[in-house]
């Protein structure tokens, strides 16, 4: 059977100036459909990089990245966008979310990219606010959200295209600890319905809720473990 994501020996080589910075040093990885994978490291150890590539927001300099067996390396940025279109959803530290439109809004948005007529657009934003738990705030705009709530809707709009894939880098690096813990739980609940996701973060509460860490140093793995299971979270 295909792997998800396949990544072998890729390398991500930024030029800036005179300066060759090697983001990425030869990493290779293997994910499955299904897995929740948190991806740890220090600063700079190229962390959001390999988001970037595998999200395909981003091509490998060298080496062969396949997700479902397409080789990305090789992919046109119309394709890759139709990629991401329709397979990828991304959740960022800072939320992303357009100022002075609303929770319903901001969910509708990949669905307005993708042609839907107005109706099935809000119907299907509403369901993907309702998955994150925060029926009634649909007309808030994110000023009157608090940074939890700005965060569910961003993964709202992530769910609403059904992606397979959810790439979230550092989704609680903004949040104080109860809401980190909702959003985690989401997460949770989100990997049990079968959708993949590979998170990254620094904190190993946060990681604790995936099954597998990968720990990467100077753009290679250091190291990749399944993780304890914890036990299952109580009532979100
Ligand atoms: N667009 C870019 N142009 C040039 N250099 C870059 C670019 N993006 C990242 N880098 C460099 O690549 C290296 C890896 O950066 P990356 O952002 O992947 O690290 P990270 O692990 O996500 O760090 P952090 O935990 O601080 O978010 C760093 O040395 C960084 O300066
Ligand atoms: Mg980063």
Redesign the pocket.
């Known amino acids: 059977m295909t792997s998800l994501i396949e990544c072998q020996d890729i390398w991500?080589i930024?030029r800036?100036g005179d300066v060759e910075?090697q983001?990425l040093r030869g990493l290779s990885l293997t994910i499955e459909q299904g897995e929740f994978v948190a991806i740890m490291?220090?600063?700079?150890?190229?962390?959001?990089?390999?988001?970037n590539i595998l999200g395909c927001l981003d091509q490998p300099t060298k080496g062969r990245y396949q997700l479902n067996g397409i080789e990305v390396g090789q992919l046109r940025p119309d394709q890759l966008a139709e990629i991401r279109n329709q397979r990828i959803g991304f959740v960022f530290q800072s939320f992303n979310l357009i100022p002075r439109t609303s929770a319903l809004e901001n969910a509708q948005l990949p669905l307005f990219y993708r042609g839907l007529s107005l109706k099935e657009q809000r119907a299907q934003a509403a369901e993907a606010i309702r998955r994150v738990g925060l029926t009634g705030w649909e007309h808030h705009f994110p000023t009157q959200l608090s940074g939890g709530q700005q965060q569910r809707v961003a993964i709202a709009r992530a769910l609403v295209t059904s992606p397979s894939l959810l790439l979230a880098?550092?989704p609680t690096g903004n949040l104080d600890t109860q809401s980190s813990q909702e959003i985690m739980a989401i997460l949770e609940g989100l990997n049990r319905e079968g959708i993949t996701v590979i998170l990254?973060t620094?904190e190993v509460d946060v990681a604790a809720y995936a099954s597998r860490e990968i720990i990467?140093k100077d753009?290679q793995v250091l190291s990749d473990r399944a993780t304890e299971p914890r036990p299952q979270s109580v009532g979100v």
């Open positions: 991500k930024y800036v910075v983001a490291g220090s600063s700079g150890s190229g962390k959001s990089t390999l988001m880098d550092e990254v620094h990467i753009g």
